[in-house]
């Protein structure tokens, strides 16, 4: 455990500024010099030009970052600095070409289905139910991985056929989407169900996430919960919907990552993966 003070009551207790881009706290680091205000200022700045260069929408204040490594089993700044770099990817647009030119039709579809949907390869319609978790290890905007959560099936007129609908934090906000074999294809897709959670809680789960549709997207590793958030990345959405209904879908072994990180959420002993193959 680091004898590193909050950043938050450091700032309740005084804050120094010393010329133009010198922090010097309320409490210095008495019980381990290396572990220095100067190194994890520096280390956090570094975060953020890094995302800035690689147009990844990061909001991540000085708290969040000091509290985040206070928090985890580090001892190394350096370290602690490099598994930013291994969560935060280039942006990725909510519609990039694939191979043939076309443009993911999956994403950002509201409550229609603008072509057939394919289930010729998966069970995927006899197995998923409302609140399952999709886990996405080729997904990502602005984070590595990508997490949706499963709104339930629904009919298409258009179509003529069920197909499963989800709701994601994507570059484009919160929206609705489909889920279907060549997603599940094209993203390495997982499924996952929470341990315990009965009918009403993956329904209440899945419902806040829909009282978040329209919602902007932002990643700040803040672990937010509140109904009110004005943004959302997609693994703390998720997170925050079963979260508010008494479940921590974090993990809590040696590779929990800063934030609510899809790996987090795959790696957590509350998950467990639904066979859909």
């Not at 009551?9 to 220095?36: I, M």
């Not at 030009?49 to 708290?63: G, K, M």
């Not at 010729?120 to 990508?146: A, R």
């Amino acid at each position: 455990m680091k004898k590193f003070k909050t950043l938050l009551s450091l700032f309740l207790a005084g804050v120094l500024l010393f010329g133009a881009n010198t922090l010097a706290f309320a409490y210095s680091v008495k019980d381990d010099p290396a572990l220095s205000e100067e190194k994890i200022v520096k280390a956090y700045e570094n975060v953020i030009d890094h995302a800035y260069a690689n147009d990844i929408p990061l909001n991540l204040s000085l708290e969040t970052f000091v509290k985040e490594f206070e928090s985890s089993d580090f001892t190394d700044i350096a370290e602690y600095e490099n598994t930013y770099y291994k969560i935060l990817e280039k942006r990725t647009p909510a519609v990039d070409p694939d191979s043939s030119g076309s443009s993911k039709w999956y994403y950002n579809t509201g409550t229609s289905l603008p072509q057939a949907a394919d289930y010729s390869k998966y069970n995927l319609l006899n197995t998923v139910k409302k609140g399952d978790i999709i886990y996405e290890s080729k997904g990502g905007f602005g984070i590595t991985g990508h997490i949706a959560i499963v709104e339930g099936k629904f009919y298409s007129s258009d179509q003529q056929q069920y197909y499963i609908r989800v709701v994601e934090a994507i570059s484009e906000g919160v929206v609705r989407s489909v889920l279907d074999d060549s997603r599940v294809d094209e993203k390495d897709s997982s499924v996952l169900r929470v341990s315990g959670a009965t009918d009403t809680v993956a329904t209440n789960a899945t419902n806040f996430c829909i009282g978040q549709l329209g919602k902007g997207y932002s990643i700040d590793f803040r672990k937010d919960t509140s109904p009110n958030e004005p943004d959302w990345y997609c693994s703390e959405l998720v997170w925050a919907g079963y979260y508010n209904q008494g479940i921590d879908i974090e993990t809590t072994g040696i590779y929990n990552e800063p934030g609510i990180t899809p790996r987090d959420i795959n790696n957590s002993s509350k998950v467990y993966n639904i066979n859909f193959r």
